[in-house]
């Protein structure tokens, strides 16, 4: 469809590496403009040797799960399509008449390059989200990038705190006609021989809720880490190690959690420093 096209009723939400509603700025935007059809695409070609492995899998099936269950609490539900991300967005906005698209801004360079697809054909509106701060927006004096930690750290800190983050929409209108959907579970994204992911669940809770309560065990975690940091052999030092891959790897790599949703207290490093935040998670 050509991007020149106006008056459609309905956008598409592209959800990838953000499946939540909380701090969602694309799915805001779309929600303000009327209808909108929320669109996951399982893209194996596109990442290349970068696409998600078999025991990574049961992370994405559970969260797609639990993002399909917040979106039908909302009054809409989650559209599951496999291939080529570009080709499929066509194809569903084609079914959709539409060509509005939103989504957040990826950086890694499969994204981009979907992306860029994406956009020669249709009103793609990409927003910021994923990240404290736009990386283009902390830049030096030459307006480059970084290459060294401190002098980047001052920087992003001058642009701390981040804006307010974005609540979830009450409601979520629905298209005159959803689209067909794939079933999530004929996508086989669980391991059963071997089952790598057997015990996955011990340390890991799946979707925006579960991201949320593994971030609030991490944050008190904090305030000891000048200490348990020295010490690896001391059961504290341990329990931090063991809520840091719990709260911080696959909610953060996943999305599920927003990064300006949850700003922690002055660290005492960072009050020492005269630095007003702890660390980036």
Known sequence: MSKTGRGQASAIIWFRQDLRLTDQAALAAAARGGAVIPVYVLDDETPGD????????????????????????????????????????????????????????????????AEAAVAKDHELRLHDGNYLAPPAHVVNGSNARYRIFTPWWRALKAQ?????????????????????????????????RPNWANQFGQYWQPGEDGGRAALDRFLPALEDYENARNLPSHDAARAFRRTCISARSRPRRSGIVARRGHMPRPSPICARSGGGISAPM
């Open 50 to 113: 970068w696409r998600i492995g078999g025991a990574q899998r049961w992370w994405p099936h559970h969260s797609l799960a639990a993002l399909a269950a917040a979106l039908e609490s909302k009054g809409s539900r989650l559209i599951l399509r496999k291939g080529k991300a570009h080709e499929v967005l066509a194809g569903l906005a084609q079914e959709a008449g539409t060509c509005r698209i939103h989504a957040l801004r990826h950086y890694e360079p499969w994204w981009k390059k």
């Open 160 to 192: 701390m705190p981040p804006q307010k983050p974005i609540p979830a929409p009450g409601r979520i209108s629905a298209p005159p006609k959803w689209p067909v959907s794939d079933r999530l579970s004929d996508w086989n994204l669980l391991s059963t």
